[in-house]
């Protein structure tokens, strides 16, 4: 069964040469030029990837992404000429998996997405291992969910992914080459930011002073480590409920 991409991109010249690279890898590949028939495009027609511009008539592609993502775990990749880096934050914050910037060579559109399915269907397999419990924190892979002292904590797609990456082996150090390989998939997000980023977020749900963590440390040099709540490095410090009062700067 071949894969399904949808290309949602209003500059016909570029939307069909995605949708002829991808044809002629053997995808089954449909194109949308607005962001409202993409949003129906989606529901109806469940692609495996998305393709996403960011300038669409009707519907901006972050509008898309963002409620594309309330209802699917689908990989995005969006295509901006945009280059801020704001966008780029803002776009892996609404939840897509990846950004190229235009002008972009399809060949490495297409390296993107071969990475970025190889590591949905090698996290499906994953997924089969149920369940990690650390007490206070517990992961349960086949609801997707993930609680803290008993409450469901809301995670974005790539938060989940570093996670539960961590998690597999509580105590030991990731490399961030080894955290982009296993959750961006390649080496082409060599922007290590996005990963420091994604770290912030993680921490701002699961420390409780996350400024000071005790569970997803970094190593220095190296990379980040999990320790389970309660585990080595202890919570004796942090005895009151919520001390998130603290200057943000
Ligand atoms: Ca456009």
């Not at 500059?11 to 607005?34: C, H, L, P």
């Not at 509580?170 to 955290?179: C, K, L, S, Y």
């Not at 296993?182 to 996350?210: C, I, M, N, Y």
Request: hydrophobic share 40%; glycine share 6%; aromatic share 6%.
């Amino acid at each position: 069964m071949s894969h399904k991409v949808l290309v949602i991109e209003d500059e016909a010249d570029i939307a069909r040469s995605i949708a002829y690279s991808f044809k002629k890898e053997g995808w089954d590949t449909r194109t949308v030029n607005d962001g409202l028939t993409a949003l129906d495009e989606v529901r109806l027609w469940r692609p495996d990837l998305i393709i996403l511009d960011l300038i669409l008539p009707r519907m901006d592609g972050f509008e898309v992404c963002r409620r594309v993502r309330k209802e699917h775990a689908v990989p995005i990749i969006i295509l901006s000429a945009r280059t801020a880096e704001i966008d780029r934050v803002v776009g892996l914050e609404l939840g897509a998996d990846d950004y190229v910037v235009k002008p972009f060579s399809t060949r490495e559109l297409l390296a993107r997405a071969r990475a970025i399915l190889r590591r949905s269907s090698l996290n499906d397999e994953a997924n089969q291992t149920t369940r990690i419990d650390f007490g206070d924190l517990i992961i349960d892979k086949q609801m997707r969910l993930v609680t803290l002292k008993g409450k469901p904590v809301d995670l974005r797609l790539k938060e989940y992914e570093i996670l539960c990456l961590l998690a597999e082996y509580p105590g030991r150090a990731f490399t961030r080459e080894m955290i982009f390989e296993r959750v961006w998939g390649d080496a082409f997000l060599s922007d290590s930011r996005t990963l420091d980023v994604h770290v912030r977020w993680l921490r701002e749900k699961l420390e409780q002073d996350p400024s000071n963590p005790e569970m997803i440390l970094t190593m220095r040099g190296v990379g980040y480590k999990l320790v389970p709540p309660g585990g080595s490095a202890g919570n004796s410090s942090a005895g009151s409920e919520s001390q998130t009062d603290e200057a943000e700067q």
